[in-house]
């Protein structure tokens, strides 16, 4: 369904002439295709599933945050601009983004659920919330929630 998106987005911004999009759009299937022929060697001949390509978009935008930063310290504005375009077209692929409040409830649903009790329980409980919530968390501040919850 999401690889359907994607190929109709590029269609759309062809024929609209959107660079930005285009562009992008080019970049997210070509980093899925290497995923997919990545999947293929090791027996799985339908490619990476909806969740890791959920997982490819967040890291496609992590990257691009930090250029920003490294762009803005470098003085060079139009990259970091050209950057936010392309967050955006990301953004677009990606189910609505979690908030802080729903992040927590979800985090102590998952740490309830797993019955962790101490750090050492971290990764059932990263794990179970990755299968529930991909792509609609970041999971660099979950993981920092769970490990202050279970401190």
Do not use: H, W
Request: hydrophobic share 40%.
């Amino acid at each position: 369904m999401l690889r359907q998106r994607l190929s109709d987005a590029l269609k759309d911004a062809l024929k609209t002439k959107d660079q930005i999009g285009v562009s992008t759009v080019r970049l997210i299937l070509a980093a899925l295709k290497d995923r997919d022929i990545a999947a293929r060697g090791k027996g799985n001949k339908d490619g990476i599933a909806d969740e890791d390509i959920l997982g490819l978009l967040q890291s496609m935008i992590k990257q691009r945050q930090e250029s920003i930063v490294l762009y803005e310290k470098g003085g060079r504005c139009e990259l970091a601009e050209q950057e936010r375009g392309e967050i955006a077209v990301i953004e677009r692929f990606l189910p609505k983004q979690m908030g802080e409040d729903e992040m927590a409830k979800a985090v102590a649903a998952a740490i309830g659920e797993t019955g962790a009790q101490s750090l050492k329980d971290m990764g059932k409980t990263m794990a179970a919330l990755k299968s529930r919530y991909a792509g609609q968390m970041d999971f660099a501040k979950a993981s920092a929630l769970v490990k202050q919850t279970l401190a």
